[in-house]
């Protein structure tokens, strides 16, 4: 049995943290000064046994950090110089390579910096604060280690970093990035060069491999990935670390190293490897939790490896507690113990009746799937059925494609052909590993929904508890192994039908697709006219598929901004798309363009005016009107010049309002005096900026609200909901309800919520 007293010192530390980062400040200070006069007093009075005081120690000694690291956030002059709004200028060093997100209003550069000067409201500091700068799609994109100033106003951020800084000057480059962070970037350019030459995904998964470089990696291929269990391949993880160093130790013993210079070989790759990846706390994390693995691995592994894992927790919590917080750290964590005290045991089990490296391939990827499931299942609301399956598939091409990717950029360094040649298995390995990913995603019950409240989540980890002792008697039997197996293969094949979904009579659906809209119209049996398509493909492809949505006749996004388009790709997953329409105004350029890439054609403008049947359907545009440029100043035209549909399904009148604002809506109501209607799509996700006047007139008996829970903006606004509630109108909102369907019973409309 391993010693199990270093991972109760690793979970002391992580309880440490969260009970100081989740904790409100004074529930967490006492809690705290609680465990450390009990822990002293214990000391003194011989109450704990050694094995209690680790734990505790640590407990009390990372939420001490943790304390320290907050309160260095809170008083720091920036943080200060946030809350007002106040326009400084700042000197940045970037500490993350830039991530190009897509805004509401298009696309914005995120770069983590630590700000160590900054001057405003005529004051001068000195400091070292951690920030977040986003920045337009304009600004220069500069390399991680630059060091820069900048004016900018500051936006008051989480606890996690002490602004926001939003750019509004030209950034002018005091220092450019080191030999190390040169050197990094050379050899992550040539890994990139070795396979260019390859296969569109393919070029693109071996960096991600190779070191988390998953930029250029298409949307509906990580979807797959997340979909199949295969995710930790896109980013750095402590598989990346163990087979980079593991093949550079294999190598040095082959030439001859040993002994303490076969130590620091591998320190020496440890080094190289966190370099190259970005030396960020997930890199470092992955780097540790790889070298654990590594330590697992060679003699007395077990012990060791269990030892290390819990020496890695608390050093990482020390150095960052915030990561306690992360869930890469949490599935990090959670799959190396996994791998640690689950798979031996599982192996030994079916080595009863298998051989040791298929009991090995089987237990290694199982005790990991177990011990990450509920973290899985509480990001993404689903529990895989593939995972297992498709890592076992995928595992064979992972150290081709990453050892060998890396060899290839390495040499290329020396000479590009070679590099490529070295390179070009590793390619081939990648076009396997997403043949699996794009198999595994096209299995009918790749995954399974799961609640994410408190009670689907400790029901699934008490099924995960139970599956430790059970796991052993069932894999030491060929017949009960290869019955589950069946039947799991049984489930995976055969779609279960979703009970009473979707309800009888539906007529409109309101996917929940987070911060966005996507309004399904039914048209016919398994067809649909689909207005907007939401943010991401996987989520609108899952509520079509609940709705047995088959065929989309017309497909109308009202304008091309992220959150309207962004999940077309899911609309035309498996289904036909007869026509697709939109606004003339093509912003942001590049959202028309997405739509161009994935039906293969651009959008019309939608007919204004005009009146049409589509199947059970009826609709006409209503706005934008023809030579009506709409718009005071402040508001979005991209927003104003959303298509708004008036339609009626089984005798039940529904405005699709896109995410029209005041301006624009004291327009139509101009155009549409005396419009009353059953269901109403509320502008712009519930913003506060609304003709109140206008939508308060319509009618409505049901006002739906598609809005992202939690989200940034403050939607759906208050006073816009108590204005509908009180002119008589059933207000119903995703991030509340979930996928809300309007349904007819005897001629009347209801309302269904899926959440």
Known sequence: MPDLRAVALGAGAWAGALLVLVLPARPALGSVALVTGVLVAGVGRRWWSPAWLGPLAALVSVAGVAALHHALVATSPLTALAAEGAVVSVRLELTSDVRVVSGAYGDLQVVRADATQVAGRGTAWTLDAPVVVMAGADWPRLPLGTTLETTARLVAADDDVAALVRPTGEPRVLDRPGPWWDAAAAVRRSVRDAVSGRGVDARELVPALVVGDDGGLDSDLADDFRTTGLTHLLAVSGTNLTLVVGSLLVLGRWVGVRGPWLYALGVLGIVGFVLTARAEPSVVRAAAMGTVALVGMGRNGLSRGVRGLGVAVLALLLVWPRLALTPGFALSALA????????????????????????????????????????????????????????????????????????????????????????????WSAAWIIAVARWGAGVPTAAVDWGTGPVSLGLLTLLCVLAVPLAPRVLGRAGTTLACTGLLVVVM???????????????????????????????????????????????????????????????????????????????????????????????PEAGARSVEEVTGRPAVPAAYGLTRRVGQVTLQAVWPRPGVAAGDAGESAANNASVVLLAEVAGVRILLTGDLEPSAQAALARDLAGVQVDVLKVPHHGSRHQDLDWLTSLGARLALVSVGEDNDYGHPAPDLLHALAAAGADVRRTDVGGDVVVVVEDGTPGVVGRG
């Open 336 to 427: 190396t113990a996994g791998i640690l005290l689950l798979a031996p045991v599982w192996r030994d089990a079916l080595m009863r009746w298998t051989p040791r490296w298929v009991a090995e391939a089987v237990s290694v990827p199982l005790a990991a799937q177990v011990a990450c499931t509920p973290v899985v299942a509480a990001l993404s609301g689903q529990v895989s059925l593939v995972a297992v399956g498709a890592n076992l598939l995928a595992a064979p091409a992972v150290a081709p494609a990453t050892v060998l990717g890396l060899a290839g950029g390495l040499l290329g360094l020396v000479w590009g052909p070679l590099g490529a040649v070295v390179a070009a298995p590793a390619a």
């Open 493 to 587: 094949l055969v779609r279960p039908p979703s009970p009473g979904w979707p309800p009888e009579g539906w007529v409109l659906a309101m996917c929940d697709v987070d911060q966005g809209d996507a309004l399904v119209l039914r048209a016919g049996e398994h067809s649909a006219v689909v207005v907007d398509a939401g943010p991401e493909p996987a989520v609108t492809d899952a509520c079509l598929d609940r709705l047995d949505v088959a065929s989309v006749p017309l497909l109308v996004l009202t304008h091309f901004h992220a959150d309207h388009v962004g999940g077309v790709a899911g609309v035309a997953d498996g289904r036909r798309i007869d026509v697709v329409e939109g606004t003339a105004l093509r912003e």
